[in-house]
Each structure stands twice: as structure tokens, then as C-alpha cells.
């Protein structure tokens, strides 16, 4: 696929992944359309965006991959992209995925559940959770998702 090709698949997948996320939790996610230049992460609040879910997601830098298959060595290039990102911004990464035919996933650090007994350690693959969208977004709604230490 050619660039203008990739950025429209990325586009819609953005657009698909925050429709869902709605479908579940009532909040749209907004694309960041400065990350098409500058970088950084694709999705954000909303302008106006409150309450308790509002909050949770607020917590989190997430980027967005919708491609044909998710091999092990795309996921961890994905999930690397998605920790500096959050990184630069002092946010937990949230890297949402879906291959074909398959329904959304959402890999979260470990330490954005419980930052109380797990170090910041998101480089590392296994210290990190793949959950069903829904999984997701009953942690976003139940405020599982904690502010970050910077």
C-alpha cells in the first residue's frame, strides 16, 4: 500500500476504533490532526470531554493500528511507537489494534492498573495486558485506570 493509501486505512481505523470506544463508554474520541506532522499519538478528548471516563482516557496516549495481520514483530514496533509517544507526553501508552476479521484489542501497561505494586516498566512486552475492547472499556468506566507518576 502506498502512503496516501496508509494514511487513509489509519485514518479509518482511527475513525472505527473511536466509533466503537462510543458504542461502549458514550465518549467519541477526537483524531489528532497534528500527529500527521508533528508524530505523537492519534486520538484525544474531545474539547469539553468530563466525568469519570472522561478522566480515565484523558490518562492515556493512544495510538491506532489497523492492518491486514498483527504479527508478534509488528505488535512489539507498535507498542515501542506507542510508549515514546506517551512518553513525550507524560501519559500511559495505549496501543489499539485490529488485523482483519478480528475484533479491537487494547495493550495497557500494568502500572496504569496498579502503580502501587507494579514499576513503570512498559518497554517490557510482558508487563504489559491485551484486552478485548470491552475489557477496556469496563476498566475506563470503573476508573481502574490510574494518573501516571511523573
Not at 27 to 51: C, F, M, N, W, Y
Not at 56 to 69: M, Q
Not at 90 to 115: E, I, K, Q, S, T
Request: aromatic fraction near 6%.
Amino acid at each position: 500500500m502506498n502512503g496516501a493509501g496508509s494514511r487513509r486505512k489509519g485514518a479509518s481505523g482511527e475513525r472505527e476504533f473511536s466509533a466503537a470506544l462510543h458504542d461502549l463508554l458514550g465518549i467519541r474520541l477526537a483524531r489528532r490532526l497534528t500527529q500527521v506532522r508533528a508524530g505523537g499519538h492519534d486520538l484525544e478528548l474531545p474539547e469539553g470531554a468530563s466525568g469519570p471516563v472522561a478522566e480515565a482516557l484523558a490518562r492515556l496516549a493512544i495510538e491506532c493500528k489497523r492492518y491486514a495481520t498483527a504479527p508478534p514483530g509488528s505488535l512489539a514496533q507498535w507498542w515501542s511507537q506507542a510508549v515514546r509517544q506517551a512518553e513525550a507526553v507524560g501519559l500511559w501508552p495505549a496501543l489499539a489494534y485490529r488485523p482483519d476479521r478480528h475484533p479491537w484489542r487494547v495493550r495497557l501497561p500494568l502500572a496504569c492498573l496498579r502503580p502501587d505494586l507494579i514499576p513503570e516498566v512498559w518497554h517490557d512486552p510482558d508487563l504489559t495486558a491485551d484486552l478485548p475492547l470491552p475489557a477496556f472499556a469496563c476498566l475506563c468506566r470503573e476508573g481502574a485506570i490510574h494518573p501516571r507518576k511523573v
